[in-house]
């Protein structure tokens, strides 16, 4: 039950029961402007322990509780006798918790001491396993050290041995040197080993091997304090090897090395410290003493590198930029290597003399009929089979004038040259510039006179002009073959044939098929499905497909091969023409072409020819006075062109022949040429210059073609070079307007000036040469500097209106445009102006 003396309790009232030390209750407490606050407050009343009828005692702690396993008080002194006390409930509750905790509390202590004796128990085992450990591994140090020592007394046994059995067999002179030697403090080598010197024990090697742990601190051997001596570790041992072996080092000067340093034409002072392992502020300081103020980054000469190399002790090994070109042709096969070869022949003559006619009868081909304007344009090459199975290479070299380096390279690949001569035509100005180069090339020439079924063929004509370019044919008692022939109707063929065979057997063609190849292009062009294309003549070696090459500046893969008539081909030998698939892009008539190693090889080579292109591309030629002021007072008109062709060697024909047209008044400069269709690129190049396109056998694409309408980009295409250069000339000349001439017709001299109405003047004219004419224009020169240029408004003789006025006459003139400036002593000149139109 509740006492009736407590507070009382805040809120709603608490249901029946014992009596709480914690009662909770709600205060309102109330704000200005009407704010309120509802909070809980706990009032925590102190416990009060005594018997029933005690007054309340004072605050003292109550007594600690005694624990229930304590052992019995001891018995005092009984006291006077007192009513039993009467325990309320609150206090047995009390006692019951306060009892509840006691043995809560000792059943911890209990756990925590049964928890540090079980990790005592855990360290003393972990110690005595250490131990155990320790003492096996001595036990095994100990056994390999008896062992050792074992080994060492059977090996000195074994070594004592026979010099006992000398010494037992040696004279008796031999035999008493024992006794010196004992009288000198030496023993016998037979007696019995001496004390030894105990060796530094070893460890064990193996499994049981703990030297690795030995020195390490673990948690345990930290605790117990164990092991206090530590090792060093390996870290420790190898810094202190590195230390005695550097003392060592600089104990005594070491060998300097001597270095073979690979100097190219220009080096960084950094990049040559490198290559001779020396400081780079060791060959600046060399640097400074010469007299060469550099840094470790500025670029040295190879004669300055050469003088650092040389001052520190090291060897030179000078290279260039031009050590990676491959040389072509230089190195000889052996004579054991060699096989003959098909020649190579070369048929050259003037335009329309039967070049390639005569070609077609050998062949038993069409290819004439096929070329634009009945000329051919292009170089081809050809392997014909004869009919005793032995096989020549021709080449078809065009005959325009326009075509001369095509001939050029065709007399340098050749081994015989055949010309041909029209026998109704004689020597032409393309003949005797193909006898020129047949001449520099150093090779054989047949003549053959060609067309000598016509009416007027005269052969004996062209073998006495041949006499005038020092061509002595065998009629003649020279050495240079003539052959008759007619290509229409294929006489004297197998008399070509034979005499063609007859020089081959003379040269002794030969060639080594087992090598790397050597070729050179023909001809290049851009095919749309294929890509770039070359014709190569292989000169030496095999060319097979996958191997890498160099043409000029570009290098590539072979992909695929082709002969003449189409056919795929695996590879192909000496003398052997192929067109090439798998160019980087298209190469200039004319390039070596080399097989290399590998890719890595053949990029640097490419590499450096390239570079030397782009450094001849531009360097400038050195500037004088002269051609610093020309080019300033240079009035010549520029006549830009694209230009693009079917192949390579028409594009550089093309290029040559409209850069010989250029004169001092208009020279022509081409923008851009190139193999292939033309090209947007192309389009936007000449809309930006104004140059019309020329394309060779060659068209537009559809999105060129729409590009050149929309910016009104003149395109011609043309399939003959002369209507090209026509074109040209006739363009050039339009560019350049007609020519203006001047004459004059008439000379006066003004003698008189008079008034001619209000503010006009009159001259009074004496005429000394020609005729003064009302129509035509005049000029005034005062001591020869032109004060009037206009016409003459009115001529009289007296008082009458004359048409013209003779030398020796008088008269007098008026002028537009009221020109009143008159003195006597002036001239008056009369004179024509004709336009005519300009050709080049």
């Known amino acids: 039950m509740t006492d009736q003396s407590d507070k009382p309790k805040l809120g709603t009232r608490p249901p029946l029961g014992l009596k709480r030390t914690v009662e909770t209750g709600k205060v309102k407490q109330s704000f200005s402007h009407g704010r309120s606050n509802t909070v809980v407050v706990e009032v925590k009343k102190r416990r009060i322990l005594g018997r029933p009828g005690e007054a309340p005692a004072a605050e003292t702690p109550a007594p600690a509780p005694q624990p229930v396993a304590a052992p019995a008080p001891k018995p005092v002194a009984p006291k006077p006798a007192t009513s039993p006390p009467v325990r309320r409930p609150v206090d047995d509750i009390a006692s019951r918790r306060e009892l509840q905790e006691r043995l809560l509390r000792e059943a911890e202590e209990s756990r925590m001491t049964s928890l540090e004796q079980a990790r005592r128990r855990d360290d003393r085992a972990k110690s005595d396993q250490s131990e155990d450990e320790k003492r096996r591994a001595e036990e095994n140090r100990r056994a390999e050290e008896a062992a050792a020592t074992e080994a060492e007394r059977a090996a000195r046994e074994a070594i004592e041995a026979p010099a006992t059995a000398l010494v037992e067999e040696a004279p008796e002179s031999t035999v008493s040197a024992p006794r010196d030697d004992a009288e000198r403090g030496f023993r016998r080598p037979a007696a019995a080993p001496a004390a030894k010197r105990p060796e530094p024990a070893r460890p064990a090697r193996g499994r049981g091997d703990d030297r690795r742990h030995s020195g390490k601190l673990t948690v345990t051997r930290a605790l117990t304090g164990e092991d206090d001596n530590r090792t060093r570790s390996l870290a420790a041992l190898r810094r202190a090897r590195e230390k005695e072996k550097r003392a060592h080092q600089s104990s005594g000067p070491s060998a300097k090395q001597v270095r073979d340093v690979v100097v190219p034409e220009a080096i960084t002072v950094q990049e040559l410290a490198n290559r001779m392992a020396e400081r780079g502020a060791d060959l600046v300081k060399?640097?400074?003493?010469?007299?060469?103020?550099?840094?470790?980054?500025q670029t040295i000469d190879q004669d300055t590198a050469e003088l650092l190399v040389t001052e520190f002790g090291h060897n030179i090994k000078r290279v260039s930029e031009s050590d990676v070109e491959i040389g072509i042709g230089d190195e000889a096969d052996a004579p054991a290597t060699l096989v003959t070869r098909p020649p190579i022949v070369t048929i050259m003559g003037h335009v329309d003399h039967g070049k390639t006619s005569l070609l077609d009868a050998i062949r038993g081909a069409s290819v004439q009929s096929g070329e634009a304007g009945g000329i051919t344009q292009h170089i081809g090459a050809y392997q014909v089979t004869l009919p005793d199975k032995s096989k020549v290479t021709f080449l078809d070299t065009p005959g325009h004038e326009a075509f001369t380096e095509m001939r050029q390279r065709g007399a340098n690949v050749t081994d015989i040259v055949i010309l041909?001569?029209?026998?109704?035509?004689?020597?032409?100005?393309?003949?005797?510039?193909a006898i020129n180069h047949t001449k520099a090339a150093g090779v054989p020439m047949i003549v053959v006179i060609n067309k000598i079924d016509k009416p007027e063929a005269k052969p004996q004509r062209v073998r006495e002009e041949l006499l005038q370019h020092e061509i002595v044919v065998e009629d003649l008692g020279g050495d240079v073959q003539d052959v008759e022939v007619s290509a229409t109707k294929k006489t004297n063929l197998e008399k070509l044939l034979d005499a063609i065979q007859l020089q081959a057997e003379i040269l002794e063609l030969k060639a080594n098929p087992d090598r790397a190849a050597e070729a050179?292009?023909?001809?290049?062009?851009?095919?749309?499905g294929r890509g770039p294309l070359a014709t190569v003549l292989v000169q030496r070696g095999t060319l097979k497909v996958g191997d890498i090459f160099v043409v000029g500046a570009h290098s590539g893969k072979v992909r695929a091969m082709t002969d003449d008539q189409g056919r795929q081909v695996k590879e192909a030998g000496p003398s052997l023409p192929v067109e090439v698939l798998g160019l980087g892009s298209v190469p200039s008539a004319g390039d070596p072409f080399t097989v290399v190693e590998n890719e890595a090889r053949a990029r640097e080579v490419a590499a450096y020819r390239q570079g030397v292109l782009d450094r001849k591309r531009t360097t400038s030629a050195p500037v004088s006075l002269e051609n610093m002021f020309a080019d300033r007072a240079s009035t010549v008109i520029e006549f830009p062109l694209v230009v693009r062709a079917d192949v390579q060697g028409s594009t550089e024909a093309?290029?040559?022949a409209l850069n010989?047209?250029?004169?001092?008044?208009?020279?022509?400069r081409i923008l851009n040429s190139g193999v292939g269709a033309i090209t947007e690129s192309d389009v936007t190049l000449a809309a930006a210059s104004g140059a019309p396109i020329i394309g060779f056998n060659v068209r537009p694409n559809a999105k060129a073609r729409e590009v050149a309408t929309r910016t009104k980009v003149e395109l011609r295409y043309y399939d003959v070079i002369y209507h090209l250069t026509d074109w040209a000339k006739g363009a050039m000349a339009g560019e350049l307007g007609p020519e203006i001439i001047e004459t004059v017709v008439g000379?006066?001299?003004?003698?008189?000036?008079?008034?001619?109405?209000?503010?006009?003047?009159?001259?009074?004219?004496l005429v000394v040469e020609g005729v003064i004419r009302k129509a035509l224009k005049a000029r005034i020169t005062r001591e020869d500097v032109i004060t009037y240029t206009g016409e003459i408004a009115s001529l009289r003789r007296f008082k009458d209106d004359v048409a013209e006025v003779r030398a020796g006459l008088e008269c007098g003139v008026t002028f537009t445009q009221n020109f009143t400036d008159l003195k006597a002593g002036d001239y008056l000149e009369t004179y024509e102006v004709e336009e005519r139109a300009r050709t080049l």
């Open 286 to 297: 060399s640097l400074f003493k010469m007299g060469s103020a550099v840094t470790l980054t």
């Open 520 to 528: 050179t292009v023909i001809e290049a062009k851009l095919d749309k």
């Open 660 to 668: 010989r047209l250029s004169t001092d008044e208009i020279k022509v």
């Open 747 to 765: 000379k006066a001299e003004i003698r008189e000036v008079f008034s001619a109405g209000k503010h006009g003047k009159a001259a009074g004219l």
């Open 420 to 433: 041909v001569v029209a026998a109704d035509d004689g020597l032409r100005p393309q003949t005797i510039e």
């Open 654 to 656: 093309i290029v040559n």
